[in-house]
């Protein structure tokens, strides 16, 4: 599998937000958001070739349970089954980050974590607009991860008029407990993040859904290995 790193931190987002973890950030994104924050992992071939016991062999160097896949988009990588059942082998508790681009069946997967994306993530170049309107919602997959993992609904929020389509997306997914779903800033600063939450957190008390914080930006202003 093409690696972009391993790292430990904290959980930084979700209901989770605070447990120590390890980070494998896979490489590969097809959706390339405006706002991404981690453009370093985008391209499939960057990062370093690892075989999955590698992988796992590197995440047991640290005394943690929780290991947490992301990218990039991990649920588009073949060979990610595999690295979930050796983990979960390993004993390791899993929350796989995704954007729900894609769906694969019965990973022993512990949280798949979701964050569909909206029409606030769209690239400003026209030809990766495109690519990324055609593929960012696809509704069959999400149900499906619903369906058949734990999950938690992480929408990313740039301001207060982005919540009219994300009710719209919700109503289309009627399979979505309203508990599971998380409002989050989009904020790659401390700065941003500080100024946006005060909006976001109003948001969530008017909607009650739950306020998702974002710990690598507010303690580590999202330097990377964070
Ligand atoms: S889905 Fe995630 S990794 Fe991919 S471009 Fe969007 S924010 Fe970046």
Request: charged share 25%; aromatic share 8%; hydrophobic share 40%.
């Amino acid at each position: 599998m093409k690696i972009i790193e391993i790292f430990y931190s904290l959980q930084g987002e979700g209901f989770l937000a605070g447990l120590p973890s390890v980070f494998v950030r896979l490489a590969g994104c097809p959706l390339r958001c405006r706002w991404c924050d981690t453009k370093y992992a985008w391209d499939k071939e960057a990062g370093r070739q690892y075989s999955t016991d590698e992988i796992v062999h590197t995440v047991e160097k640290w005394p943690c349970k929780f290991v947490v896949i992301t990218g990039g988009e991990p649920m588009v990588d073949p060979d990610l089954p595999q690295l979930v059942r050796e983990l979960k082998a390993a004993g390791k508790h899993i929350t796989i980050e995704t954007a729900g681009i894609a769906y694969i069946p019965d990973m022993p997967c512990d949280l798949m974590s979701i964050s569909p994306k909206l029409s606030n993530s769209v690239p400003d170049e026209a030809k990766l607009a495109a690519i990324h309107n055609d593929l960012k919602l696809d509704l069959a997959v999400l149900g499906a991860l619903i369906d058949n993992y734990n999950y938690q609904l992480k929408f990313v929020v740039d301001s207060e008029a982005d919540l009219p389509e994300i009710e719209e997306t919700l109503k289309k997914l009627a399979n979505a407990d309203r508990e599971k779903i998380m409002l989050m800033p989009q904020a790659a600063t401390r700065q941003g993040l500080l100024a946006k939450s005060p909006m976001v957190a109003e948001l969530c008390k008017r909607t009650g859904y739950t306020f998702s914080q974002r710990l690598q930006v507010l303690l580590w202003n999202n330097e990377r290995g964070t």
